[in-house]
């Protein structure tokens, strides 16, 4: 089976800690680990998250002013190679030594018309509170957006369009390579009026560029690992359900939050509509069971309505 795996940023790391390095590098093991058991069987491709990679790098650029700081599309770009680079590294340490890893630099197209230019919701880097916040918006003229109790710079999230480097992924994949791509979205891209691409300043939301990968891989499954067990309707109140299966067309992804949440379901909503195959979210610790078919909430057109665990 192929699958597509669509790590969150909880495996790489976990809201509150400190961005080191031996933090990410000691939660990409645990999510290898989980990932580890299942590459024997299946064909696997592996897209993550990087929003606080970006932002902390866009940090450090901003603390050296003698250049002007790199774009968050050239960031995209470091964040792949680095976030790649210790996946394939911990995976290696797990799997057989004639196992095979590429990491590729993903460019994704998006169109430069998109309405999320004009109203920015992805949330990137490390919380502030409500003053350092207001002082980031002042001085560097960001868009700021609570989360949780604290508050987050958010930058514009165009869907995907198309993923450039697909023919190489497949080749890999056909070779028997783990392949990691289009790490945190994807690296945004456009066409100028010249008919050039380059790179723009937006973040691709990392789930939906999942489904179209799996779509273009042509994939059995699309995995989209998280913190929790399932989606939950009336999360957080005495009468929430977790959703065990559902119809695409059952779901609706503006009834969760848009910033967790709302872009997996939509994701998963895209991916089973427009292939017909199954999308799945769920808990990283239960990769096994679900790729088994025993865990996670599956979403499918072979389902009617919504069905709860």
Same mark, same amino acid.
């Given at each position: 089976?192929? +699958?597509?795996?669509?790590?969150?940023?909880?495996?790489?790391?976990?809201?509150?800690?400190?961005?080191?390095?031996?933090?990410?590098?000691?939660?990409?093991?645990?999510?290898?680990?989980?990932?580890?058991?299942?590459?024997?069987?299946?064909?696997v491709v592996i897209a993550h998250?990087?929003?606080?990679?970006?932002?902390?790098?866009?940090?450090?650029?901003?603390?050296?002013?003698?250049?002007?700081? #790199?774009?968050?599309?050239?960031?995209?770009?470091?964040?792949?190679?680095?976030?790649? #680079?210790?996946?394939?590294?911990?995976?290696?340490?797990?799997?057989?030594?004639?196992?095979?890893?590429?990491?590729?630099?993903?460019?994704?197209?998006?169109?430069?018309?998109?309405?999320?230019?004009?109203?920015?919701?992805?949330?990137?880097?490390? @919380?502030?509170?409500?003053?350092?916040?207001?002082?980031?918006?002042?001085?560097?003229?960001?868009? +700021?957006?609570?989360?949780?109790?604290?508050f987050r710079r958010v930058v514009?999230?165009?869907?995907?369009?198309? @993923?450039?480097?697909?023919?190489?992924?497949?080749?890999?994949?056909?070779?028997? &390579?783990?392949?990691?791509?289009?790490?945190?979205?994807?690296?945004?891209?456009?066409?100028?009026?010249?008919?050039?691409?380059?790179? @723009?300043?937006? @973040?691709?939301?990392? *789930?939906?560029?999942?489904?179209?990968?799996?779509?273009?891989?042509?994939?059995?499954?699309?995995?989209?690992?998280? *913190?929790? *067990?399932?989606? #939950?309707?009336?999360? $957080?109140?005495?009468d929430q359900q977790v959703i065990?299966?559902?119809?695409?067309?059952?779901?609706?992804?503006?009834?969760?939050?848009?910033?967790?949440?709302?872009?997996?379901?939509?994701?998963?909503?895209?991916?089973?509509?427009?292939?017909?195959?199954?999308?799945? +979210?769920? &808990?990283?610790?239960?990769?096994?069971?679900?790729?088994?078919?025993?865990? $996670?909430?599956?979403?499918?057109?072979?389902?009617?309505?919504?069905?709860?665990?």
């Amino acid at each position: 089976m192929r +699958i597509v795996t669509a790590l969150g940023g909880n495996a790489l790391l976990r809201r509150g800690q400190p961005l080191t390095a031996e933090n990410q590098r000691a939660n990409v093991r645990v999510a290898c680990e989980q990932l580890a058991r299942i590459m024997p069987q299946h064909e696997v491709v592996i897209a993550h998250g990087n929003g606080p990679q970006v932002g902390l790098l866009a940090l450090q650029g901003a603390a050296y002013e003698e250049v002007e700081p #790199y774009p968050l599309d050239v960031l995209g770009a470091q964040t792949e190679g680095m976030i790649g #680079y210790v996946i394939e590294q911990e995976l290696g340490n797990l799997l057989p030594a004639d196992a095979s890893f590429a990491t590729i630099l993903t460019q994704v197209e998006v169109d430069a018309d998109d309405p999320a230019f004009a109203h920015p919701t992805k949330p990137i880097g490390p @919380v502030y509170t409500r003053e350092q916040a207001d002082r980031m918006a002042t001085d560097k003229g960001w868009a +700021i957006a609570p989360d949780g109790d604290m508050f987050r710079r958010v930058v514009a999230s165009p869907r995907p369009q198309r @993923v450039f480097e697909i023919r190489p992924i497949k080749w890999l994949l056909e070779k028997g &390579s783990v392949v990691i791509c289009a790490g945190g979205g994807g690296i945004p891209t456009v066409y100028d009026d010249n008919g050039q691409l380059r790179g @723009v300043e937006a @973040v691709i939301d990392k *789930d939906y560029c999942a489904a179209l990968l799996a779509e273009q891989v042509e994939a059995d499954l699309l995995l989209i690992a998280t *913190d929790v *067990d399932g989606v #939950y309707v009336n999360w $957080g109140k005495p009468d929430q359900q977790v959703i065990a299966e559902a119809a695409p067309d059952a779901l609706d992804a503006d009834q969760f939050a848009a910033g967790s949440m709302g872009p997996k379901v939509g994701a998963a909503c895209r991916y089973a509509s427009r292939t017909g195959g199954t999308a799945v +979210i769920g &808990s990283l610790s239960d990769i096994e069971a679900i790729v088994a078919g025993h865990a $996670g909430t599956r979403v499918s057109t072979q389902y009617s309505g919504v069905r709860y665990r």
